[in-house]
Protein backbone atom coordinates (compact mmCIF):
# COMPACT_ATOMS: atom_id res chain seq x y z
CA UNK A 1 0.00 0.00 0.00
CA UNK A 2 1.42 3.41 -0.77
CA UNK A 3 2.25 6.07 1.35
CA UNK A 4 -0.50 8.41 2.19
CA UNK A 5 0.52 11.86 0.37
CA UNK A 6 1.59 14.78 2.66
CA UNK A 7 -0.99 17.09 4.00
CA UNK A 8 -0.71 20.43 2.04
CA UNK A 9 -0.86 22.37 4.98
CA UNK A 10 0.54 25.98 5.40
CA UNK A 11 0.95 28.35 9.22
CA UNK A 12 -0.29 31.69 8.15
CA UNK A 13 0.06 34.85 9.98
CA UNK A 14 -3.54 37.28 9.41
CA UNK A 15 -4.29 40.51 10.78
CA UNK A 16 -1.81 38.85 13.75
CA UNK A 17 -3.25 35.91 14.15
CA UNK A 18 -2.07 32.77 13.20
CA UNK A 19 -4.06 30.19 11.83
CA UNK A 20 -3.02 26.70 9.81
CA UNK A 21 -4.90 26.23 6.43
CA UNK A 22 -4.70 23.06 4.93
CA UNK A 23 -6.40 23.26 1.32
CA UNK A 24 -6.90 19.26 1.56
CA UNK A 25 -9.28 19.15 4.18
CA UNK A 26 -12.59 19.12 2.92
CA UNK A 27 -14.40 21.76 5.45
CA UNK A 28 -13.27 25.51 4.97
CA UNK A 29 -12.30 27.31 8.16
CA UNK A 30 -15.75 29.01 8.45
CA UNK A 31 -13.41 32.50 9.30
CA UNK A 32 -12.52 32.19 5.76
CA UNK A 33 -15.83 31.78 4.18
CA UNK A 34 -17.91 34.80 6.34
CA UNK A 35 -14.95 37.08 5.59
CA UNK A 36 -13.87 36.27 1.90
CA UNK A 37 -16.14 38.45 0.35
CA UNK A 38 -15.38 41.86 2.12
CA UNK A 39 -11.22 40.78 2.55
CA UNK A 40 -9.40 43.45 1.85
CA UNK A 41 -11.83 46.36 2.17
CA UNK A 42 -14.26 45.15 -0.33
CA UNK A 43 -16.92 47.81 -0.98
CA UNK A 44 -19.93 44.95 -1.24
CA UNK A 45 -21.47 42.63 0.96
CA UNK A 46 -23.16 40.53 -1.48
CA UNK A 47 -22.13 39.43 -5.10
CA UNK A 48 -24.03 40.61 -8.17
CA UNK A 49 -27.04 38.44 -9.07
CA UNK A 50 -25.60 35.76 -11.90
CA UNK A 51 -29.05 36.92 -13.69
CA UNK A 52 -28.23 41.03 -13.62
CA UNK A 53 -24.79 39.21 -14.52
CA UNK A 54 -25.59 37.58 -17.67
CA UNK A 55 -28.17 40.21 -18.82
CA UNK A 56 -25.31 42.83 -18.56
CA UNK A 57 -22.44 40.56 -20.06
CA UNK A 58 -24.35 39.91 -22.69
CA UNK A 59 -25.11 43.74 -24.20
CA UNK A 60 -21.09 44.03 -23.64
CA UNK A 61 -20.12 40.81 -25.43
CA UNK A 62 -22.08 42.33 -28.13
CA UNK A 63 -20.31 45.76 -28.30
CA UNK A 64 -17.15 43.24 -28.17
CA UNK A 65 -18.37 41.82 -31.88
CA UNK A 66 -18.20 45.21 -33.40
CA UNK A 67 -15.61 46.18 -31.53
CA UNK A 68 -13.99 43.25 -34.15
CA UNK A 69 -15.86 44.30 -37.27
CA UNK A 70 -14.03 47.54 -36.10
CA UNK A 71 -10.59 45.87 -36.14
CA UNK A 72 -11.04 44.11 -39.08
CA UNK A 73 -12.51 46.66 -41.60
CA UNK A 74 -9.31 49.61 -40.19
CA UNK A 75 -6.39 47.03 -39.25
CA UNK A 76 -5.92 48.43 -35.74
CA UNK A 77 -4.77 46.33 -32.68
CA UNK A 78 -5.61 45.74 -29.36
CA UNK A 79 -3.39 44.37 -26.46
CA UNK A 80 -4.32 43.29 -22.92
CA UNK A 81 -2.69 42.17 -19.93
CA UNK A 82 -4.21 40.73 -16.94
CA UNK A 83 -2.02 40.73 -14.44
CA UNK A 84 -2.71 39.55 -10.59
CA UNK A 85 -2.33 37.21 -7.78
CA UNK A 86 -3.11 33.37 -8.23
CA UNK A 87 -7.02 32.48 -8.22
CA UNK A 88 -7.61 36.19 -9.06
CA UNK A 89 -9.95 35.45 -11.79
CA UNK A 90 -7.55 36.66 -14.68
CA UNK A 91 -8.11 33.68 -16.79
CA UNK A 92 -12.27 33.76 -16.22
CA UNK A 93 -11.98 37.53 -17.45
CA UNK A 94 -10.14 36.51 -20.04
CA UNK A 95 -12.89 34.16 -21.21
CA UNK A 96 -15.83 36.41 -20.62
CA UNK A 97 -14.07 38.97 -22.68
CA UNK A 98 -13.52 36.75 -25.51
CA UNK A 99 -15.93 34.21 -25.61
CA UNK A 100 -17.62 35.19 -28.41
CA UNK A 101 -15.34 36.68 -30.30
CA UNK A 102 -14.11 35.48 -33.88
CA UNK A 103 -11.04 33.21 -32.27
CA UNK A 104 -9.54 33.68 -35.68
CA UNK A 105 -8.98 37.38 -34.66
CA UNK A 106 -9.08 36.80 -31.17
CA UNK A 107 -5.90 35.30 -29.51
CA UNK A 108 -5.49 34.41 -25.93
CA UNK A 109 -1.57 33.84 -24.83
CA UNK A 110 -0.52 32.03 -21.53
CA UNK A 111 3.22 31.05 -22.12
CA UNK A 112 5.06 28.63 -20.05
CA UNK A 113 8.25 28.57 -18.22
CA UNK A 114 10.80 30.04 -20.83
CA UNK A 115 12.77 27.16 -22.75
CA UNK A 116 16.61 27.14 -22.16
CA UNK A 117 16.48 29.60 -25.74
CA UNK A 118 14.06 31.59 -24.88
CA UNK A 119 15.96 31.97 -20.97
CA UNK A 120 19.20 33.03 -22.96
CA UNK A 121 17.02 36.04 -24.81
CA UNK A 122 16.37 39.61 -24.19
CA UNK A 123 13.49 39.13 -21.08
CA UNK A 124 10.82 40.79 -23.46
CA UNK A 125 11.76 39.29 -26.39
CA UNK A 126 9.00 36.27 -26.63
CA UNK A 127 6.46 38.26 -25.62
CA UNK A 128 6.84 40.76 -28.52
CA UNK A 129 7.13 37.53 -30.68
CA UNK A 130 3.41 37.11 -29.80
CA UNK A 131 1.90 41.01 -30.54
CA UNK A 132 -1.28 41.85 -32.23
CA UNK A 133 -0.61 41.95 -36.25
CA UNK A 134 -3.29 43.95 -37.80
CA UNK A 135 -7.08 43.29 -37.13
CA UNK A 136 -5.91 41.26 -34.25
CA UNK A 137 -6.87 41.37 -30.33
CA UNK A 138 -4.61 39.79 -27.80
CA UNK A 139 -5.15 38.92 -24.24
CA UNK A 140 -2.42 37.98 -22.18
CA UNK A 141 -2.75 35.60 -19.25
CA UNK A 142 0.10 36.74 -17.17
CA UNK A 143 3.06 38.55 -19.61
CA UNK A 144 6.42 40.35 -18.99
CA UNK A 145 5.05 41.40 -15.55
CA UNK A 146 6.20 37.98 -14.22
CA UNK A 147 9.30 39.86 -13.43
CA UNK A 148 7.49 42.82 -11.38
CA UNK A 149 5.57 39.52 -8.94
CA UNK A 150 6.48 35.96 -8.73
CA UNK A 151 9.69 35.93 -10.11
CA UNK A 152 11.78 38.34 -7.30
CA UNK A 153 9.49 36.70 -4.88
CA UNK A 154 10.05 33.06 -5.73
CA UNK A 155 13.88 33.87 -6.44
CA UNK A 156 13.20 33.13 -10.00
CA UNK A 157 15.80 35.92 -11.34
CA UNK A 158 18.46 38.62 -9.55
CA UNK A 159 17.66 41.33 -7.88
CA UNK A 160 19.49 43.42 -10.89
CA UNK A 161 17.14 41.77 -13.10
CA UNK A 162 14.06 42.71 -10.97
CA UNK A 163 15.44 46.20 -11.02
CA UNK A 164 16.54 46.47 -14.70
CA UNK A 165 12.70 45.36 -15.95
CA UNK A 166 11.03 47.90 -13.91
CA UNK A 167 13.02 50.62 -15.80
CA UNK A 168 12.78 49.07 -19.12
CA UNK A 169 8.46 48.26 -19.19
CA UNK A 170 7.77 51.93 -19.34
CA UNK A 171 10.14 52.37 -22.09
CA UNK A 172 9.14 49.29 -24.49
CA UNK A 173 5.80 50.22 -23.69
CA UNK A 174 5.80 53.54 -24.89
CA UNK A 175 7.13 51.51 -28.37
CA UNK A 176 4.02 49.65 -27.90
CA UNK A 177 1.62 52.65 -27.94
CA UNK A 178 3.89 54.76 -30.30
CA UNK A 179 3.26 52.04 -32.72
CA UNK A 180 -0.69 52.65 -32.61
CA UNK A 181 -1.37 49.64 -30.40
CA UNK A 182 -4.71 50.35 -28.13
CA UNK A 183 -3.04 48.90 -25.02
CA UNK A 184 -4.65 48.04 -21.46
CA UNK A 185 -2.92 46.63 -18.30
CA UNK A 186 -5.26 45.01 -15.45
CA UNK A 187 -3.92 44.49 -12.25
CA UNK A 188 -7.16 41.90 -10.77
CA UNK A 189 -6.57 42.74 -6.83
CA UNK A 190 -8.22 40.42 -4.21
CA UNK A 191 -8.20 39.80 -0.65
CA UNK A 192 -6.42 37.05 1.42
CA UNK A 193 -9.29 34.98 2.61
CA UNK A 194 -11.31 34.77 -1.07
CA UNK A 195 -7.96 33.82 -2.10
CA UNK A 196 -7.42 30.85 0.81
CA UNK A 197 -11.53 30.29 -0.28
CA UNK A 198 -10.84 29.97 -4.18
CA UNK A 199 -7.62 27.95 -3.50
CA UNK A 200 -9.57 25.31 -1.40
CA UNK A 201 -12.51 25.75 -4.00
CA UNK A 202 -10.43 24.25 -6.76
CA UNK A 203 -8.51 21.65 -4.68
CA UNK A 204 -11.87 20.12 -4.15
CA UNK A 205 -13.59 20.45 -7.58
CA UNK A 206 -12.06 17.69 -9.39
CA UNK A 207 -12.65 20.08 -12.69
CA UNK A 208 -10.52 22.82 -11.40
CA UNK A 209 -7.78 20.64 -9.34
CA UNK A 210 -5.27 20.98 -11.78
CA UNK A 211 -5.30 24.83 -11.30
CA UNK A 212 -3.58 24.96 -8.09
CA UNK A 213 0.24 23.95 -8.15
CA UNK A 214 2.84 23.11 -5.81
CA UNK A 215 4.02 26.67 -6.44
CA UNK A 216 0.53 28.08 -5.24
CA UNK A 217 0.71 26.65 -2.09
CA UNK A 218 4.65 27.48 -1.55
CA UNK A 219 2.97 31.37 -2.25
CA UNK A 220 0.24 31.50 0.50
CA UNK A 221 2.92 32.29 2.94
CA UNK A 222 4.23 35.18 0.97
CA UNK A 223 1.34 37.25 0.55
CA UNK A 224 2.88 40.25 2.22
CA UNK A 225 5.82 39.88 -0.30
CA UNK A 226 3.79 39.54 -3.23
CA UNK A 227 1.92 42.93 -1.51
CA UNK A 228 5.26 44.73 -1.32
CA UNK A 229 6.26 43.95 -5.26
CA UNK A 230 2.28 44.39 -6.42
CA UNK A 231 2.71 48.62 -4.79
CA UNK A 232 6.53 49.30 -6.39
CA UNK A 233 4.92 47.89 -9.93
CA UNK A 234 2.14 50.24 -9.67
CA UNK A 235 4.42 53.03 -8.67
CA UNK A 236 7.26 52.24 -11.02
CA UNK A 237 5.21 51.21 -14.39
CA UNK A 238 2.00 53.20 -14.01
CA UNK A 239 2.48 56.16 -16.87
CA UNK A 240 0.40 58.16 -18.50
CA UNK A 241 0.69 56.11 -21.67
CA UNK A 242 0.06 53.08 -20.14
CA UNK A 243 -1.77 53.00 -17.04
CA UNK A 244 -2.74 50.68 -15.30
CA UNK A 245 -6.17 49.64 -15.05
CA UNK A 246 -6.83 47.99 -11.13
CA UNK A 247 -9.63 45.83 -10.54
CA UNK A 248 -11.03 44.77 -6.93
CA UNK A 249 -12.19 41.41 -7.91
CA UNK A 250 -13.16 39.48 -4.74
CA UNK A 251 -16.85 39.23 -7.17
CA UNK A 252 -15.74 38.09 -9.97
CA UNK A 253 -19.06 39.47 -11.53
CA UNK A 254 -18.52 43.16 -11.35
CA UNK A 255 -14.61 42.69 -11.91
CA UNK A 256 -15.56 41.37 -15.51
CA UNK A 257 -18.39 43.53 -16.42
CA UNK A 258 -16.21 46.64 -15.29
CA UNK A 259 -13.12 45.68 -16.87
CA UNK A 260 -14.89 44.70 -20.03
CA UNK A 261 -16.48 48.17 -19.82
CA UNK A 262 -13.43 50.12 -19.56
CA UNK A 263 -11.96 47.95 -22.65
CA UNK A 264 -15.54 49.15 -24.84
CA UNK A 265 -15.34 52.81 -23.40
CA UNK A 266 -11.76 53.41 -24.61
CA UNK A 267 -12.13 52.28 -28.20
CA UNK A 268 -14.13 54.53 -30.35
CA UNK A 269 -15.52 52.09 -32.56
CA UNK A 270 -18.33 52.29 -35.49
CA UNK A 271 -21.85 51.68 -33.95
CA UNK A 272 -20.65 52.15 -30.25
CA UNK A 273 -23.78 51.71 -28.00
CA UNK A 274 -22.86 53.91 -24.52
CA UNK A 275 -26.28 53.23 -23.07
CA UNK A 276 -25.85 49.23 -23.67
CA UNK A 277 -22.28 49.22 -22.21
CA UNK A 278 -23.21 51.44 -18.83
CA UNK A 279 -20.79 53.11 -16.47
CA UNK A 280 -18.13 52.08 -14.48
CA UNK A 281 -18.27 51.24 -10.94
CA UNK A 282 -15.68 53.52 -9.63
CA UNK A 283 -15.58 51.02 -6.58
CA UNK A 284 -14.56 48.58 -8.41
CA UNK A 285 -12.38 49.74 -11.40
CA UNK A 286 -9.61 52.62 -10.87
CA UNK A 287 -6.59 53.69 -12.30
CA UNK A 288 -3.08 53.25 -10.29
CA UNK A 289 -3.13 52.27 -6.88
CA UNK A 290 -5.37 54.94 -5.45
CA UNK A 291 -8.68 52.48 -5.56
CA UNK A 292 -6.41 50.18 -3.09
CA UNK A 293 -5.97 53.15 -0.81
Known amino acids: MGAQAESRAVELDIHGVKHIFDVDDPVLPGWIDEEALTSGGYPYKKKLKEGDYQDE ?48 LARVVALTKPTDREAGQWYFQRYVARFPTAGEFVL ?12 PVMGFCTPKQYEQFLKQAPQMEKLIVQDGI ?8 IGREMQLKRFHDRCHDPRAVWKLSSMDIAALSKWKDYSEKRDRMLKDTHTDYAPWTVVRANDKRRARLNLIR ?32
Do not use: C
Request: proline share 1%.
Open 140 to 151: FDRSWYNRAGVE
Open 182 to 189: YFFKFYLD
Open 57 to 104: LKALQIELIKVQFWLQATGKRVMALFEGRDAAGKGGSIAATSAHMNPR
Open 262 to 293: HILLTLDYDGKDKNAIGKIDEKILGQGSDILS
